[in-house]
Nanobody, 129 residues
Framework: EVQLVESGGGSVQAGGSLTLSCTAT????????LGWYRQVSGKDDECELV?????????YYVDSLKGRFTISQDNAKNTLYLQMNSLKPEDTAVYYC?????????????????????WGQGTQVTVSS
């Protein structure tokens, strides 16, 4: 059984930092991509892919996060991280850890907790101005 368990969300003021963690077990591919989606503001069922990491260590960030967020993984602990610095109110969202069903991410937007990926339970990040 695939399980993705997240932790680390919360409330911070603008300019603050948070670190999200996700422990992944039971994935069908040892070399699966891993990543983070966040719910699009005002759209309950649409999620934007904001950052990914591949098994070779290559990373992707959506433009709005570049220079502020860092994705990493600890293979020994089966844990994915998202270090979020210089947070802005527009970063407020539910963040989901995800692993694509196919092993690779292809779409920038998808249905939150839809069939294209395995999903964590989601963690709320709230940034106040």
């Amino acid at each position: 059984e695939v399980q993705l368990v997240e932790s680390g969300g919360g409330s911070v003021q603008a300019g603050g930092s948070l670190t999200l963690s996700c422990t992944a077990t039971g994935l069908p591919y040892d070399d699966s991509d891993l990543g983070w989606y966040r719910q699009v503001s005002g759209k309950d069922d649409e999620c934007e892919l904001v950052s990914t990491i591949s098994s070779d260590g290559s990373t992707y960030y959506v433009d709005s996060l570049k220079g502020r967020f860092t994705i990493s993984q600890d293979n020994a602990k089966n844990t994915l991280y998202l270090q979020m610095n210089s947070l802005k109110p527009e970063d407020t969202a539910v963040y989901y850890c995800a692993a694509p069903i196919s092993g690779s991410f292809y779409d920038g937007f998808t249905t939150c907790r839809g069939v294209s990926a395995y999903w964590g339970q989601g963690t709320q990040v709230t940034v106040s101005s």
